[in-house]
């Protein structure tokens, strides 16, 4: 049974990355900015478990990446609870509004670059330094648009801060390399998620329909992809390594067929 520390697992990607592992058994500590979204995340989460639809124990933790003692309280209070951290999953994050660069409020550049690249940088080193000391631990990062280097108009800041993701976690694999500690990538693909859909309300029609077009090609729901990345994560034991559920093959695949197989994601959420 491992421990994983899955920061912003209270929705999306991290809650069913949260509800994977516990159907495996193990023991899983998720975050949320807010009081209230991680009690019910959790309470819900322990209901599965009581009914005996999964196993395992389930905590919640109040985060801020913009607040380093916030992260280190975290780690400390994931050990407290579990007795060690086994893997650390830096999933939290935020998108930028879809804009051209100019346009971008200065407000809006210091949420999504003090989120996605500051405020993992001291998750990273907090999470490095608590699984040194006990000797053992596995460090993930979560990648997004950008990180492969793809680059989109009104995609600036955001692209720029998960090409900074892999950036850092390439750079930690070789830092950490002859050491008890991993590092790796994970790469979830395109996933219906409220950030995604928060950005499709903000498209214009126009916008969204072109969008939407390679969205339905490309992209999956939560329960599709997260138990795939849990059961990669569990099989992981190399550093270096990058779990990815959309690659290369499976996105020629999708366009190939993309004729035949009409698929639509968002009619149920009005779009």
């Given at each position: 049974m491992k421990?994983?520390?899955?920061?912003?697992?209270?929705?999306?990607?991290?809650?069913?990355?949260?509800?994977?592992?516990?159907?495996?058994?193990?023991?899983?500590?998720?975050?949320?900015?807010?009081r209230d979204s991680v009690d019910k995340a959790t309470a819900e989460l322990t209901g599965e478990i009581s009914t005996g639809n999964i196993t395992g124990n389930i905590y919640g933790f109040t985060l801020d990446l913009h607040d380093r003692a916030s992260i280190e309280a975290l780690w400390d209070n994931a050990v407290t609870a579990m007795g060690s951290v086994d893997i650390w999953i830096n999933n939290a994050g935020c998108s930028n509004i879809i804009a051209p660069f100019i346009e971008v409020e200065s407000a809006e550049i210091d949420r999504v670059m003090g989120r996605n690249v500051v405020g993992l940088l001291h998750a990273c080193q907090v999470a490095?330094?608590?699984?040194?000391?006990?000797?053992?631990?596995?460090?993930?990062?979560?990648?997004?648009?950008?990180?492969?280097?793809?680059?989109?108009?009104?995609?600036?800041?955001?692209?720029?801060?998960?090409?900074?993701?892999?950036?850092?976690?390439?750079?930690?694999?070789?830092?950490?390399?002859?050491?008890?500690?991993?590092?790796?990538?994970?790469?979830?693909?395109?996933?219906?998620?409220?950030?995604?859909?928060?950005?499709?309300?903000?498209?214009?029609?126009?916008?969204?329909a072109k969008a939407k077009k390679i969205y339905n090609i490309l992209g999956d729901k939560v329960e599709t992809v997260t138990p795939y990345l849990a059961k990669a994560i569990l099989m992981t034991d190399k550093t270096g390594s990058r779990v990815a559920w959309l690659t290369r093959g499976k996105v020629a695949r999708r366009f190939m067929g993309a004729a035949f197989n009409k698929r639509d994601l968002f009619s149920e959420y009005g779009l």
């Open positions: 421990t994983i520390v899955i920061t912003g697992g209270a929705r999306g990607i991290g809650r069913g990355l949260a509800t994977a592992f516990l159907k495996s058994g193990h023991r899983v500590v998720i975050t949320s900015r807010s490095l330094k608590g699984m040194t000391a006990q000797g053992h631990g596995q460090l993930w990062n979560m990648e997004g648009y950008g990180s492969d280097g793809m680059k989109r108009a009104g995609m600036t800041i955001y692209g720029a801060s998960k090409y900074a993701v892999s950036y850092i976690t390439d750079s930690l694999v070789r830092e950490t390399a002859g050491t008890p500690v991993q590092v790796c990538h994970l790469s979830p693909g395109i996933v219906v998620t409220d950030l995604l859909l928060k950005d499709a309300k903000k498209r214009s029609a126009d916008q969204w």
